[in-house]
């Protein structure tokens, strides 16, 4: 029995690169500083944050176990049950705030674009897995239609931003099996002449009001540019050495909204300035590396791919949100990663992680020919 | 052209993706040395630019709540107000030394260690910027010794706080509900921007349906505030405008005489105006006092309301599905007059039990030794079950049901109350979908009299009695009568909504069915006489007994061998005066024995008491009293 346990418990932990677990674990305690100031030293919510962290370690552990021939057999259900999940949203989903989104089981709410984030990109892994790489047209094709199918349904509910990080992570997996330089550059293109299309005929106003905001702020003093607006004051008075922990008066003042959500970023500009800033994406950067390796060291295909697409995701949410917080982006709702409140994104990401710490353990040693 | 690999290369493969990933970390750090770039311009290039707008950015829309609209009974009786409140707070932050302070504090006014222990806790889990508050209810006294010292208590506040008041605690309490502090699910119905200085809203009753009146619009001042977020200087400001009141059609007279009526039952009142379908009285007994909801309700009251096995805070008026019994039958009447099945001539031989044809099984009358060759009128004022059998059997259910739907029943009336129950005019289809077993002919029979799958909720009951009373004529039930958005204005009344008549092919078939019903009271013979001596009007009605237990074909009801639980319900309806009819009532009072015994003599006082003058209500009070004086002199 003992024997049994201790095996088990090598096992979990021979399976945890120690190098990324220090460096999230650095993140995460940084993260948690900032929350703490960015709630008001609010106890219960601490609390609750607490509560989400062992959770997400757990689930961190437990996917760090999981093979990944198996992800590789699992891809192709969960996508086809994440699509008719997301097909059944349109057909019943409620309409609260003309949005639908959730699908509702008895008392559960549940997001499937949510998990279309990590079904989207195993699906194109595993596709890519079983044909020769450098794909064919027709492999790049068929991957596409698999990426379309649920970012077209996402749009539908209406939700532009998820639908283009459920894209981008589909994108990424194409990228990494060796999407041609030159299709890629034509991708491009095409995607410079249809942002003004999408613009002018896909977007709600809503959407597009947001991406106006962007370029001019003040036209929208108390509507959507008030929080661009507020976040760049909280930012740039933070100077180079920050106000100190605690002691940001922007965000203290209730001047800044949700900034212990979306814009926990500028909390963080004004307390610990610019050199916070710089060790906060010196910790980003070196993940995302960490990341990078390890998928390049992943066992198979599918591996590799999954955990170069999960990596670049991960580098697109902190894109996505400091260029958000800092003014040269849209506002989306995308919360910072690892140190944004709440729980759905803290866990997904943290499984994220477990599946690459995973790839790097099972690896057979690259090079061999697996025929 | 890339050259193309026949056979899957692991090694080409694995360097296929060093070199993507090569380019992706290239691109990643380029993109985020964009951003760095940005915010090295924000926080260096910047700083001082920012630096001077942070300092200018000491501006705060204060949100100003409006005051919540009051809520009248129809003679501007006032049931529901809000009261003052003055409390002592502080934010955590601005209180330096805070357990000196409290020991201070404590000397100079009453605050007991409870106050302290509470305030310590709540300090600690609340953001450091809400306000906490350590005493309520500060007195005039209190509040001149605090501010006489308040330089020794710097931080601490003396606040002011508006709270939703109900002055006659538990009176109509199921009908107006309460107000209950804001959570997140509240908030996604409503609009957020004009609920955020508000602390409450309304969770139930007449001030959930009506929120969107009573709450008002909220207001704001636009404020200069200076380091520390303290308020400086007014730069511009909005004024709320508080929400309507509301004058309910409820006569808080009656209302409470119904309460007052039903205390030592479990059971349910409602009085409806026939000429325009407002509730003159909804009482639904026992009650609970709103007043403790207001400001979050402590575990252990909630908890005893809710296990209370008399259920207060149902309302029994609204979602009370009862089988009506006999009160059905003048409605039953009606249906079968129109259908032609009966006619007001026709007899049934009553001879104490109903059989189908071809069946053995025997659906007994009350009146076991029967009623003989019975026609309409004594059928009703008898309350004949055997007629009412043969009724509801010789229509079937599908004309039966349909037509006792025109009555309202098994339809919600649409009043403007939230949660209202439709309770059940059953069908065979419907019986089908929820139990999957045909209709027999046996459940039409018992429907007859208002029993098997057949309920009601009291509403319902006095509802389709008012339809009965008005000849076919339909108003929704409704319960606002007026609304009125400032003091200086006058009050706005609420047009009735007529719906659709109960058309019959003779209109003498009204007048039919109400001389029985008005013979239940009035007659020799009818069930209800001895609640309708001495009456100083003529009223119409209909006694109602309804089972909640089943009984075997052989046995008979023995009230003292059950369980208080298995009693059967005392109901009755019915309205007055005959012409012209003010009133139209349904009473129910649960496990209380047959309908003549408790419930019509409970109507008749209600009646008294809304129709009588005063004058007339003092000599009856005079006479009682004379009465008991009598008797006690007898018994000295």
């Given amino acids: ?79 086809l049950f994440g699509v008719i999940v997301l097909i059944l949203v349109l057909v019943q989903g409620t309409m609260g705030k003309g949005a639908q989104r959730w699908l ?88 410079m002449i249809a942002a003004p299309l999408i613009f002018y005929f896909g977007m709600h106003d809503y959407q597009r009001q947001r991406v106006l905001t962007l ?31 605690l002691n940001g008066d922007q965000s203290r003042l209730d001047f800044l909204p949700e900034r212990h959500t979306d814009f926990i970023f500028a909390v963080f500009g004004e307390e610990f300035g610019l050199l916070g800033n710089i060790i906060l994406f010196g910790l980003y950067i070196f993940i995302i590396w960490r990341g990078l390796y390890l998928a390049s060291q992943g066992q198979d295909t599918f591996a590799r791919l999954l955990g170069g697409s999960l990596s670049l995701t991960f580098f697109i949410y902190l894109l996505v949100n400091t260029g958000m917080v800092s003014g040269v982006l849209p506002v989306v709702g995308v919360p910072l990663p690892l140190i944004s409140y709440g729980g759905t994104s803290l866990v997904t990401l943290m499984a994220a992680f477990g599946f690459l710490m995973g790839m790097k353990k099972r690896k057979k040693g690259y090079g061999q020919s697996s025929q | 052209m890339e050259k193309r690999v026949t056979i899957k290369s692991e090694r080409a493969e694995y360097r296929l993706f060093r070199s993507r990933a090569f380019v992706a970390a290239a691109l990643v750090f380029i993109a985020l040395a964009f951003i760095l770039l940005r915010l090295v311009f924000l926080q260096v290039t910047s700083f ?51 357990d000196g302070m409290l020991k201070r504090l404590m000397q100079l006014l009453p605050i007991t260690p409870q106050d302290v222990a509470k305030f310590k806790q709540k300090l600690r889990v609340n953001s450091r910027f809400q306000a906490v508050v350590l005493r309520k209810n500060l007195t005039e006294e209190e509040i001149a010794a605090f501010s006489a010292n308040r330089l020794r208590f710097e931080g601490f506040n003396v606040s002011v706080r508006v709270q939703r008041n109900y002055p006659l605690g538990s009176v109509a309490s199921h009908l107006l509900g309460y107000v209950g502090r804001i959570d997140k699910k ?29 709450h008002g619009k909220a207001g704001y001042e636009l404020m200069e505030v200076d380091a520390h977020g303290k308020p400086q200087l007014k730069l511009d400001d909005e004024a709320p405008i508080a929400g309507e009141d509301l004058y309910l059609s409820i006569d808080l007279e009656l209302q409470v005489k119904a309460e007052e009526l039903l205390r030592e039952y479990n059971g349910a009142i409602v009085a409806i105006d026939p000429q325009n379908g407002e509730v003159l009285a909804m009482a639904s007994m026992p009650a609970f006092d709103p007043n403790l909801f207001v400001n979050g309700i402590s575990y252990s009251n909630y908890n005893a309301l809710r296990d209370n096995p008399d259920r207060p805070l149902y ?29 007001p001539s026709s007899t049934v031989n009553g001879k104490g039990f109903f059989q189908i044809p071809g069946n053995k099984h025997r659906f007994r009358c009350w009146k076991k030794v029967g009623h003989g060759h019975i026609s309409l009128n004594r059928a009703i004022y008898q309350s004949c079950d055997v007629y009412f059998y043969d009724l509801a059997f010789r229509m079937g259910i599908k004309r039966y049901s349909k037509a006792m739907n025109r009555f309202g029943f098994g339809l919600k009336t649409g009043i403007d109350l939230p949660s209202e129950r439709s309770a059940l005019m059953p069908t065979a289809e419907w019986k089908r979908k929820r139990y999957d077993k045909f209709w027999y002919p046996g459940d039409t029979v018992n429907t007859g009299i208002g029993q098997g799958f057949f309920t009601a909720t009291p509403l319902q009951l006095a509802y389709a009695t008012a339809t009965l009373a008005m000849h076919g004529r339909k108003f929704r039930p409704h319960i606002l009568r007026a609304t009125r958005i400032s003091r200086n ?17 003779k209109l003498r078939y009204w007048d039919d069915v109400i001389r029985g019903m008005v013979n239940v009271v009035h007659g020799e013979h009818g069930t209800g006489r001895r609640s309708g001596a001495g009456a100083k009007y003529r009223f119409a009605g209909k006694t109602g007994t309804a089972q909640v237990f089943g009984i075997a074909q052989n046995k008979t009801y023995d009230a003292s061998k059950l369980r208080k639980k298995l009693h059967d319900h005392s109901l009755f309806v019915g309205f007055a005066p005959l012409k012209n009819p003010r009133i139209a009532i349904a009473v129910i009072a649960e496990n209380a024995g047959g309908g003549s015994k408790v419930a019509a003599p409970l109507a008749r006082e209600l009646l008294d008491t809304y129709l009588l003058t005063d004058k007339q209500k003092e000599e009856i009070r005079l006479k009682q009293e004379a009465k008991t004086q009598k008797k006690t002199v007898g018994e000295q």
């Fill in chain 1, 1 to 79: 029995m003992n024997n049994n346990i201790g095996t088990i418990i090598y096992r979990w932990l021979i399976a945890i690169d120690l190098v990324l677990i220090v460096a999230l674990i650095l993140l995460i305690s940084l993260g948690t500083a900032i929350l703490f100031s960015a709630t008001g030293e609010n106890e219960a919510m601490m609390n609750t944050h607490t509560i989400h962290l062992i959770l997400a370690t757990l689930v961190m552990l437990i996917a760090s176990q999981i093979p990944s021939e198996m992800l590789n057999r699992w891809s192709i259900w969960i996508y």
């Fill in chain 1, 104 to 191: 509702e089981v008895g008392s559960l709410r549940f997001q499937p674009s949510e998990v279309m984030k990590l079904a989207v990109p195993m699906m194109v892994a595993s596709y890519f897995s079983k044909r020769n790489l450098p794909p064919s047209f027709k492999d790049v094709f068929i991957a596409s239609i698999l990426v379309l199918v649920p970012m077209l349904l996402i749009v539908k509910q209406p939700d532009l931003g998820t639908a283009l990080l459920v894209g981008t992570a589909g994108f990424f997996v194409i990228y990494f099996a060796g999407l041609p330089w030159k299709w890629l550059a034509a991708t491009a293109v095409s995607a």
């Fill in chain 1, 215 to 245: 370029f001019n702020p003040d036209a929208d003093r108390l509507g959507s540019g008030y929080h661009i607006i507020q976040s760049t004051i909280a930012i740039g008075s933070g100077g180079v050495y920050g106000k100190g922990w």
């Fill in chain 2, 48 to 98: 001082e630019h920012y630096t001077k707008l942070s300092k200018e950015n000491y501006q705060k829309r204060i949100p100003i709540p409006p005051v919540r609209g009051l809520i009248y009974d129809r003679n501007g009786a006032l049931l529901a107000d809000n009261h003052i409140e003055y409390v002592l707070d502080a934010k955590r932050d601005d209180v330096k030394d805070m």
């Fill in chain 2, 186 to 214: 509240d908030l996604k119905n409503v609009n957020k921007e004009e609920y955020k200085g508000s602390t409450h809203i309304g969770k139930t009753g007449i001030e959930k349906y009506y929120e969107s009146r009573l």
């Fill in chain 2, 315 to 343: 309302n029994r008026a609204l979602q009370g599905s009862y089988p009506p019994g006999s009160t059905i039958k003048p409605m039953a009447a009606l249906s079968g007059l129109n259908a032609g099945v009966v006619t």
């Fill in chain 2, 489 to 505: 204005l006058p009050e706005k009344l609420v047009t009735p909504e007529q719906l659709p008549s109960i058309g019959v092919t």
